[in-house]
């Protein structure tokens, strides 16, 4: 029997990506979403005519526990950062039982691991420290409770903990993402887009600091087939994936460094003649914080996590660019959008 599967965020970047993936890869699946609106709705169905639309948000706790409650598998693309979501989801895990678990496959992100930053309120610096989900793994599901993201983290992986028999989780934690997604709503990323319409609207580039720091990337292409690799495991009773305690997966191409990105930024927007100069001026904490109120995490801090994990189990490899090839793509876009 296809298995049921239930996905939140399909109209965001993420998850409307990951949708992509899955759907294609399985057509025979039957597959639900959470939908915020009708008009949301109406673009998802019109490119998955077969999807079954689940009307709601992530403030919907009873929908949610309910499609949760009749799912085999659960995709949370969503929010990572909605509490109520994630504790609607536990309660619709405890349905579960052994003879039909529940495999529930969480978006986190590797924000949670610039906690060192966050502390010490640094940027544009470089820390050696480098987290990794193979020999590491027990680290990163015990993070400390101040990181970002591990408030949610706790209540998906404490699910597993609970029950291990009725539930089975597996956290996917991506770095900095980027490329063109393939979903029926948001298409592109946050970070790297970001940083390039700043440097457009001031028309000058800019480094975070020193610009030293260092992040892990994927695209959101390579990312989907994490997902994917993870959700074709399930359906096969787990699969070669491990699951809760092992269940935590970081997905990425390799590092970059931040002040790289910001120059090559600088460089493009003045070869697309939208600046007049390629040069960077270093800006402190607050000039960063004025012009984006998460800047100093966003451009200045440290994320550094090797994935490991899917490489051995699934033998996932990232086949698409590096961010820093799409760069001039990325100015090209945010410049369209602000009508240059």
């Known amino acids: 029997m296809a298995p049921k599967v239930f996905l939140t965020g399909v109209t965001g970047y993420i998850g409307g990506d990951g949708l992509y993936a899955v759907s294609n890869a399985h057509p025979d ?16 169905t019109s490119q998955y005519p ?89 680290e990163l599901v015990n993070l400390p ?34 490329g063109p997604g393939r979903g029926p ?21 800019f480094l975070v600091g ?36 092992e269940g935590y997966y970081l997905a990425e191409n390799g590092s970059f460094v931040w002040g790289d990105i910001q120059r090559k930024v600088a460089e493009e927007a003045h070869a697309q003649k939208f600046i007049e100069s390629p040069a960077v001026e270093s800006l402190d904490d607050k000039q960063t914080s004025d012009i984006l109120s998460v800047g100093l995490y966003a451009w200045g801090s440290n994320s550094r996590g090797r994935a490991i994990r899917a490489r051995k189990l699934f033998g996932w490899e990232p086949k698409q660019p590096k961010l820093i090839d799409l760069i001039p793509d990325i100015v090209s876009l945010e410049a369209k959008a602000l009508g240059l």
């Open 145 to 178: 409770e101040d990181a970002f993201h591990r408030n949610v983290d706790e209540i998906i992986i404490g699910i597993g903990r609970r029950d291990p028999f009725s539930a089975r989780t597996a956290v996917v934690c991506p770095p900095t993402i980027y």
């Open 185 to 205: 709503g948001n298409t592109k990323s946050v970070q790297a887009y970001l940083l390039s319409a700043a440097v457009l609207k001031r028309g000058k580039g």
């Open 210 to 245: 020193k610009g030293e720091n260092v992040w892990h990337q994927v695209h959101v292409q390579d990312l989907s087939n994490v997902y994917l690799a993870l959700g074709d495991a399930a359906a096969a009773g787990g699969g070669k994936a491990t699951w809760n305690e």
């Open 29 to 44: 699946w039957e597959l639900s979403a959470l939908v915020r609106s009708k008009e949301k709705a109406a673009r998802l």
């Open 50 to 138: 077969k999807i079954r639309v689940v009307l709601g948000d992530l403030d919907s706790s009873d929908i949610i526990e309910e499609e949760v409650k009749n799912a085999d598998i659960v995709f949370h693309f969503a929010d990572c950062d909605h509490v109520a979501a994630a504790k609607a989801i536990a309660k619709g895990a405890q349905h579960h039982t052994p003879e039909r678990p529940l495999w529930l496959i969480h978006t986190s992100g590797t924000g949670i691991l610039t906690v060192e930053d966050q502390r010490a309120r640094s940027y544009g610096i470089e820390r050696l420290k480098e987290y990794n989900d193979w020999e590491g793994v027990s």
